[in-house]
DNA sequence: GTTTAGCACTCTATCTCTCTGAGTGCTAAA
DNA sequence: TTTAGCACTCAGAGAGATAGAGTGCTAAAC
């Protein structure tokens, strides 16, 4: 049985008070608050077939009607309109990101804690998925004798450094024509090809230095654990605190299943990207109460986006909120701030 | 009047009681308990007595006694012994500590986890205060034309890099070559004392490269900032989610004052800083309740210690938890952590 | 067939009342 | 100074009672 149109209208109104109140939502207070043309035991006999048809649960028998999972998701596939976002939010956002950025964290983090001022709730900014880029620099600085600094910076804007030990009779000299060895056979390679013995060969392809094999390989190896960890991908996560001020989360445990699950970094970031395989084509992805599969988040609903970084290489941004949560108006702020992103990623 | 023998065992009960259950002491079971060689009217005249001198507080009349910030303090600063860490334990932390770290951000970023695991409160790790370091290095990197990556390395062991726009046309060598002189003008530098007037005699006093004013001061001011924001102090905090299992904060109001100020690193710093001063002969600084001047921070207790880089400058560790926090493992915890920071800088 | 008025019914939230028990403070004796 | 004894206090738990919001159903009206 397909929803006709005033049903249509009933189960929009229903979401959007129970957004807005977090209270069940009665037939007499619908008719109060929206200009139906009807009786409200006719919106009775709408509500009893609405929650025979899954999109609405009562709390309890003499309780008004909440939206069930079902009833959200088809509120945002077809009944709700997004909305543009207000001049005056775009004015406040871009306010927020106009700061020069020229390395992708320090974007990704102001994107972050823009959105979580923004929506109120909690927001979700990730590195880009690194496997697709390549490597275009690889410098070693040494900065005492025995500790070098190896730079990495890939393809997708990012730059990552790390700290290695390596013996303390090399000289800078000598660390850097290493380095530039390492470069020039790798640069323009793809990460997800870059192994132990890539580098070696590469360096071994192209160095000038002389230096016995057991000493240049464990300064590879220093290397390649450098390009390595620059793969990690890094999660800026802001806004978490808000939640507490929801009526669904007064419930500390509750909160504390959502807080101890958001403390892993690699749990969110993990699933963030099975959704957006899943959702390969949509703009946007989002996921309502029970369809999230990570524990704790069941009372939320969690809306991402993509990112793109020159056309190929794409990260994630997102939003964690309840799943009473403003829908059109979130999507909205996502999208203007996805397209902030992109725009000041565009330029080479 | 001081506090005779008996009623300094008692205090100390108390706490201890309180601190094992959340619940307030009273007489019968502090009789039950403890093995006072006396009755519990005795129990009660000490108590009551103790509770006029300020030690103890009463939720209601007829409840127990829960210690006040006062009787905390004097457990802290005379009854309770600080006992030496199980060797289990300190196993445990010497584990979570042992990969090697050539960074001094990793190695806070690990003795914070370490800290949070072991406490089971809040773990805080800031990186060493920068005013008193010294610049050893500056390098400028060419990451494309009009893209440089600014590297400064501070005394502290600090390593930041900032990346930076400067016109297109200039070449790597020039730009290294800017850099070099800005390095040998301030390395030594302490950095307070860098300022752009410094940064810009310092490069012009060495700088061999033949470059317009406007263009020069240009590069200069970009690595101005990047050395500026090496300065920034970076706060590791871990652990926040744990709180809310704590019955102190089952009322979501109090979590949800504690949050939003932690979710301000400045503030938090800032705060040590102040304390870190106030107690400068100390090996450890504790602050109890209200004696914290945070906000939302009245119903925890704050415990810092200061490590060492290379015996000069220094940081701090430290952790948030409730009043009622078993005070004395966590000092011994939070100093092995101290001592395994302190040994693994001691190397130059 | 759809809509509506009317009404009995259900269930939560709230309030009040009572009871219980842990714990106190005080008094008087040891 | 310590102790036994006892009256007193108060939070918390449990039991009704009540109000009110909301429902579902029936029968009449459109």
Redesign the interface.
């Known amino acids: 049985m397909a929803l006709d149109n005033r049903k249509k209208e009933v189960l929009q109104a229903i979401v959007d008070d129970y957004v807005a109140n977090c209270e069940p939502v009665g037939s007499k207070a619908l008719i109060d608050r929206h200009d139906f043309m009807v009786s409200s035991a006719t919106l009775r006999n709408d509500m009893a077939e609405l929650e025979q048809m899954g999109y609405l649960e009562k709390p309890h028998t003499s309780a008004g009607r909440i939206p069930s999972d079902k009833g959200y998701r088809e509120y945002v596939d077809s009944l709700m309109k997004v909305d543009k976002l207000s001049d005056e939010e775009g004015k406040e956002i871009k306010e927020k990101l106009s700061v020069?950025f020229?390395?992708i964290a320090s974007l990704l983090k102001a994107a972050s804690s823009a959105l979580a001022d923004q929506t109120g709730y909690i927001s979700l900014a990730m590195t880009p998925k690194l496997t697709s880029s390549y490597l275009?620099?690889l410098?070693m600085?040494m900065?005492?004798p025995g500790?070098v600094?190896v730079?990495v910076?890939l393809s997708a804007g990012v730059?990552k450094?790390?700290?290695?030990?390596i013996p303390d009779f090399l000289t800078q000299d000598q660390v850097a024509q290493i380095g530039n060895a390492v470069e020039q056979g790798l640069s323009g390679l793809p990460l997800s090809e870059i192994s132990l013995i890539t580098v070696a060969t590469a360096a071994k392809g192209n160095q000038k230095v002389e230096l016995p094999d057991a000493l240049l390989n464990q300064v590879l190896y220093e290397a390649y654990t450098a390009i390595k960890q620059a793969d990690n991908l890094d999660v800026y996560m802001q806004g978490?605190?808000r939640m507490?001020?929801l009526p669904e989360?007064?419930d500390?445990k509750r909160?504390?299943g959502l807080?101890?699950t958001?403390?892993h970094d690699g749990l969110v970031a993990g699933y963030v990207d099975e959704v957006t395989k899943q959702d390969e084509k949509k703009e946007y992805m989002i996921r309502i109460g029970q369809e999230i599969t990570l524990e704790g988040l069941d009372e939320c609903s969690f809306i991402t986006t993509t990112y793109n970084v020159g056309g190929k290489v794409a990260g994630n941004i997102g939003v964690i909120g309840p799943k009473r949560m403003e829908y059109s108006k979130v999507i909205s702020q996502i999208n203007f701030v996805r397209m902030m992103i992109d725009e000041k990623l565009k330029q080479?």
Chains 1, 2 share one sequence.
């Open positions: 020069s020229d390395e275009t620099q410098k600085l900065i005492e500790k600094l730079v910076v730059v450094n790390r700290m290695v030990r978490k605190h507490l001020s989360f007064s500390t909160a504390q807080f101890d958001l403390s080479p």
